[in-house]
C-alpha cells in the first residue's frame, strides 16, 4: 500500500504559529515533513510508513487569502459538532482564515438542489460543540463529482474539509479526482467519521468511545431487566454493520454480558452448539441472561431482499428483534420475559463525551494543518497513538473488522462465559 500523501505544490509561505524548531526549550514544535510512524507497529517490517501529523513551518495557502468550506455526511455520530468547531476556530484564530463555509445536508449542499452554505464565525460555533448532532446538517447518498466540483470553482473554495466515514471519504476521493482532472488546487482533506470504528489503517475513530460509553448505558438496564423477573433475558442490539467493535467494547465495559454476538462471528441458532442451547443452560443455572448483538450479526438467518439504502448499503435484517421474538417463542415452556432495547437513535444523537471531545479536536486541528500545507487526498488518522496522515485510497480500501482470534476478542468470551465457538460439527 502507499502511504504517500499528495500535495498541491511547494510550501512557500511561513507558517503564522511561531512555534519551534529546537528540543527542549519549552515551545511545541513544528512537525517535519520527513516525520513518520511506522505501518508494522511491532517494529520487525522497516518498510511502508505513514505521514505524521502535526503543524508545518512552511505553508501552501496563506490564511487572509483563503478560502474554506466544511461538510459533514452521512449518520448522526457523537462529536461532528466538536469537529466543526474545532475546525473553524483552529482556521480563524491560528491561520487567520476569515471566510469559511459551512455547506449544509452533507454533500447536497455542493449541489444546486441543496441550500445555500452557511458562513461559519467563531461566534456562529461557539457553543455547537455541547449539543449532538451537526449544526451544518447531514445526508446520504453520493453527488455528482462534476457538480460538486463546479461548485466548489464557482465559490472559489481552497480547502475541503469532508467529515465523514467509508461513503464520505470515498466521495472525497471522487471529488478530489475530478479536481486533479480539472487542474485545480483545491485540499480535500477528511476527519474520518463512522461510530462503528471500521475505517482501515485508523485504530480509532471519533464518537466510538461515546457509542461505548452510551452502549453501557443500555446493558446495564438491559440486566436490571432480566434480573429483575424470572427467567429474564435482556437483549440488546447495537450499531455495527459490519464490525462489531462497540458491542464488544461495550461488552467488555459492562461486564454483566452473557453473549455477544458481532459480523464477524459465525454462529448457529438451533443444535448442541448453537445459540438457543447456550442460552437455555444458561437459564437453567442462574436463572437470567444478557445478549448483545451487532446489527450485522447473523444476517443469514434474516432474509432482507438485497434492496439497498441511500449511501448503496444493502439493508440489513433486524437481526434484534429476530432474536427477541425467537428467544420469547422458544422458551415459551420456561416462562421467559424478554426485554428488547435498542439504543442506536439515542447513542447516535448524544453530544461527545469528554474523551471524545478532546479528540475531535485534536483531529480537527490536524486536519487544518495538513490542509493550510496543501495536503490533499488525505484523512487524518490515529496509529499507534500519533496522529497520522492516511491517503483516501487507502481509508476506503476495506473495513477494520475484529480478528475473533485476536486477545481482545478472547476477552470477549472469558467475559461473557459464551462458548468459543457457537456452530454445530
Not at 464488544?248 to 459480523?263: D, I, K, Q, R, Y
Amino acid at each position: 500500500m502507499d502511504l504517500r500523501i499528495p500535495v498541491l505544490g511547494p510550501p512557500t509561505v511561513e507558517s503564522p504559529l511561531g512555534l519551534s524548531t529546537v528540543a527542549d526549550d519549552h515551545v511545541a514544535d513544528y512537525t517535519p515533513d520527513d516525520a513518520s510512524v511506522a505501518l508494522d507497529l511491532s517494529g520487525r517490517d522497516g518498510g511502508a510508513r505513514f505521514e505524521r501529523a502535526g503543524a508545518r513551518q512552511k505553508l501552501y495557502f496563506e490564511g487572509s487569502r483563503t478560502f474554506a468550506g466544511i461538510v459533514t455526511c452521512g449518520g448522526l455520530c457523537p462529536g461532528m459538532n466538536n469537529v466543526v468547531r474545532g475546525l473553524v476556530m483552529q482556521l480563524w484564530h491560528a491561520y487567520g482564515v476569515r471566510r469559511i463555509f459551512g455547506f449544509q445536508y452533507g454533500f447536497l449542499g455542493l449541489t444546486p438542489d441543496g441550500p445555500p452554505p452557511l458562513e461559519l464565525t467563531p461566534d456562529l460555533v461557539r457553543d455547537i460543540h455541547l449539543q449532538g448532532g451537526t449544526r451544518l446538517g447531514s445526508s446520504r447518498g453520493p453527488q455528482s463529482p462534476a457538480v460538486m466540483a463546479d461548485t466548489l470553482e464557482r465559490l472559489k473554495v481552497d480547502i475541503l474539509f469532508c467529515v465523514g466515514g467509508d461513503g464520505t471519504l470515498r466521495g472525497a476521493l471522487a471529488l478530489h479526482e475530478e479536481l486533479q482532472r480539472r487542474g485545480r488546487k483545491v485540499a480535500v482533506v477528511g476527519v474520518p467519521k463512522t461510530i462503528d470504528n471500521d475505517v482501515p489503517y485508523i485504530e480509532r475513530t471519533f464518537g466510538f468511545e461515546t457509542a461505548v460509553a452510551e452502549a453501557t448505558r443500555a446493558i446495564t438496564a438491559a440486566h436490571v431487566e432480566a434480573r429483575g423477573a424470572p427467567n429474564g433475558v435482556g437483549i440488546v442490539r447495537l450499531m455495527g454493520r459490519h464490525s462489531g467493535f462497540i458491542a464488544a467494547s461495550a461488552t467488555l465495559a459492562s461486564g454483566e454480558v452473557n453473549l455477544c454476538l458481532v459480523p464477524e462471528l459465525p454462529f448457529h441458532l438451533e443444535g448442541p452448539r448453537g445459540v438457543l442451547a447456550f442460552l437455555r443452560e444458561r437459564l437453567r443455572q442462574r436463572g437470567h441472561a444478557v445478549v448483545v448483538v451487532a446489527e450485522g450479526a447473523g444476517q443469514d438467518l434474516v432474509a432482507a431482499g438485497g434492496a439497498k439504502d441511500a449511501s448503496g448499503n444493502v439493508k440489513l435484517g433486524d437481526i434484534g428483534v429476530f432474536l427477541r421474538d425467537t428467544v420469547s417463542r422458544e422458551f415459551k415452556d420456561l416462562g421467559v420475559n424478554v426485554k428488547y432495547i435498542d439504543p442506536s437513535y439515542i447513542i447516535r444523537a448524544a453530544p461527545a463525551n469528554p474523551a471524545d471531545a478532546i479528540f475531535c479536536g485534536v483531529l480537527a486541528e490536524n486536519a487544518v494543518h495538513a490542509a493550510m500545507a496543501g495536503k490533499t487526498a488525505m484523512v487524518v488518522g490515529l496509529w499507534g497513538g500519533l496522529f497520522t496522515h492516511v491517503p483516501l485510497v487507502a481509508a476506503t480500501s476495506g473495513r477494520n473488522t475484529i480478528s475473533t482470534d485476536s486477545a481482545f476478542w478472547r476477552s470477549v468470551v472469558e467475559s461473557t462465559g459464551q462458548p468459543a465457538l457457537l456452530v454445530n460439527p
